[in-house]
Every structure is written in C-alpha cells, then in structure tokens.
C-alpha cells in the first residue's frame, strides 16, 4: 500500500488536493469521491469488471496458503 501526504489548496473558489505522482491517476480520468466522515475514498468512475480483474491480477501472491490439518469432529449430545 503506498501512502502519500499533501496539502489542500485553493483553486478559484474550490479547494483541491494534488495527487503525487506515486498515487496519480493519470490524465483527464473522471473519478469518484466518497466521503464517511473525515475520511475520502477516491476512485476512478468507469471500471470495467476486465480492469478490475487485471488490477487483481497485479496484486502480489500470498507466500505460503496455510492448510489445515483434517480433523474429524466429535458428535454433541443434543445437537
């Protein structure tokens, strides 16, 4: 996860936020911003499932998929 500050700014009667090249979006991409609080969700408006399933695909592979062992379960009175 890369994590990133700046600053707020005024832009005519707008205040904006620069997004640092390591968290930019590129150009002219229309996003979405969602507010809970004080905090702010930003993401792009148009994803198509395709893209979504590519960005999956860039995420980093587990090491190792813990197993666990077979066990088999006691019978409880009363269930």
Same mark, same amino acid.
Do not use: C, H, W
């Given at each position: 996860?890369?994590?990133?500050?700046?600053?707020? !700014?005024?832009? $005519?009667?707008?205040?904006?936020?620069?997004?640092?090249?390591?968290?930019? !979006?590129g150009d002219?991409?229309?996003?979405?911003?969602?507010?809970? $609080?004080?905090?702010?969700t930003i993401? @792009?408006?148009?994803?198509? &499932?395709?893209?979504?399933?590519?960005?999956?695909?860039?995420? @980093?592979?587990? @090491?190792? &998929?813990?197993?666990?062992?077979?066990?088999?379960?006691?019978?409880?009175? $009363?269930?």
């Amino acid at each position: 996860m890369t994590v990133v500050r700046t600053r707020t !700014f005024r832009s $005519g009667n707008s205040q904006a936020v620069r997004l640092p090249k390591d968290v930019a !979006f590129g150009d002219d991409v229309e996003l979405v911003i969602v507010r809970s $609080g004080d905090v702010m969700t930003i993401y @792009p408006a148009e994803t198509t &499932i395709a893209e979504m399933i590519d960005r999956l695909r860039t995420l @980093p592979a587990p @090491p190792d &998929i813990e197993r666990r062992d077979d066990e088999d379960l006691p019978e409880r009175e $009363g269930l």
